[in-house]
Nanobody
Framework: QVQLVESGGGLVQAGGSLRLSCAAS????????MGWYRQAPGKQRELVAR???????YYAVAVKGRFTISRDNAKNTVYLQMNSLKPEDTAVYYC??????????????WGQGTQVTVSS
């Protein structure tokens, strides 16, 4: 069984920084994309950033230039460095691993979510 465990959320003032981490564990052969989504109260979950196993990155317009995604393939871990945080970044942030090759199958997995709160 594959599990994603996130850490690094918390409360920060506007303009501050936070770093999220997400480690995938289990019998994993490879992971295609790893990414971060967020869901604010009353809103749909949205893609924030994702990175493939070759290092190609994608960012939502709202976070481009402020957030940086990176990953350590050897550790099956993805990071999200969030700088210049704004109150509108407040949300539960979820890690997702796409096309995880494990035990002869490909599946997608989600983390449990971590709260990020930015005060004005």
């Amino acid at each position: 069984q594959v599990q994603l465990v996130e850490s690094g959320g918390g409360l920060v003032q506007a303009g501050g920084s936070l770093r999220l981490s997400c480690a995938a564990s289990g019998s994993i052969f490879s992971i295609n994309y790893m990414g971060w989504y967020r869901q604010a109260p009353g809103k749909q979950r949205e893609l924030v950033a994702r990175i493939n196993n070759g290092g190609s990155e994608y960012y939502a317009v709202a976070v481009k230039g402020r957030f940086t995604i990176s990953r350590d393939n050897a550790k099956n871990t993805v990071y999200l460095q969030m700088n210049s945080l704004k109150p509108e970044d407040t949300a539960v942030y979820y890690c997702k691993a796409d096309s995880v090759a494990s035990m002869g199958m490909y599946q997608d997995y989600w983390g449990q979510g971590t709260q990020v709160t930015v005060s004005s």
